[in-house]
T-cell receptor, first 114, second 110 residues
Framework: DAGVIQSPRHEVTEMGQEVTLRCKPI?????LFWYRQTMMRGLELLIY????????DSGMPEDRFSAKMPNASFSTLKIQPSEPRDSAVYFC????????????FGSGTRLTVV | SQQGEEDPQALSIQEGENATMNCSYK?????LQWYRQNSGRGLVHLIL?????REKHSGRLRVTLDTSKKSSSLLITASRAADTASYFC??????????FGQGTRLTINP
């Protein structure tokens, strides 16, 4: 398996633009998580899905952030409009509920909003 | 919100020495996990210890859990240069949600 695949790896955008981050979880994993990592706040859970259904989005910072999981093999995290304070590394992770319990992380998307 | 707090924030040792990192948390947990992150990369799952376990081993890794003190430790024995990375503890709250600490930055000097 190729692991959790995220795209793009790097994104530089201007303030006010829409940004879409993409994630393909490991085939067969039924839970998917979006995290954001910054020096100041560390790793923050934004939202997670179970069997494609959003379970907890309490970590989504504000209405500018939205996430979807239209099927078991694809998820998006959208920021509209983007702001400089959204600059961070965004990670997607997936997990099989009946597995060992550990998450498999993607390589992340480094977002810079200028 | 951050649940775990790692101690120390940074650790630098010589190759071959043992490295010990500690993690404290605040609420009841189902399990506690340790992850490694190399610079610029995603996190890699190392080991999981359940709330009813006290110690677990995996290769050169040894993890302990003391639920009465709400603390865990990760010991890496016979460290190697390739062990240089940041190490995070994460606590599982409920069935799914993992909350990560701020991490310990470990440097192994050759």
């Amino acid at each position: 398996d190729a692991g959790v695949i995220q795209s793009p790896r790097h994104e530089v955008t201007e303030m006010g633009q829409e940004v879409t981050l993409r994630c393909k979880p490991i085939s067969g994993h039924n839970s998917l998580f979006w995290y954001r990592q910054t020096m100041m706040r560390g790793l923050e859970l934004l939202i997670y899905f179970n069997n494609n259904v959003p379970i907890d989005d309490s970590g989504m910072p504000e209405d500018r952030f939205s996430a979807k999981m239209p099927n078991a093999s694809f998820s998006t995290l959208k920021i509209q409009p983007s702001e400089p304070r959204d600059s961070a590394v965004y990670f997607c992770a997936s997990r099989l509920d009946s597995g060992s319990g550990g998450y498999t992380f993607g390589s992340g998307t480094r977002l810079t909003v200028v | 919100s951050q649940q775990g707090e790692e101690d120390p924030q940074a650790l630098s040792i010589q190759e071959g020495e043992n490295a010990t990192m500690n993690c404290s948390y605040k609420t009841s947990i189902n399990n506690l996990q340790w992850y490694r992150q190399n610079s610029g990369r995603g996190l890699v799952h190392l080991i999981l210890i359940r709330s009813n376990e006290r110690e677990k081993h995996s290769g050169r890794l040894r993890v302990t859990l003391d639920t009465s003190k709400k603390s865990s430790s990760l010991l890496i024995t016979a460290s190697r240069a390739a062990d240089t990375a940041s190490y995070f503890c994460a606590t599982a709250q409920g069935a799914q949600k993992l909350v990560f600490g701020q991490g310990t930055r470990l440097t192994i000097n050759p």
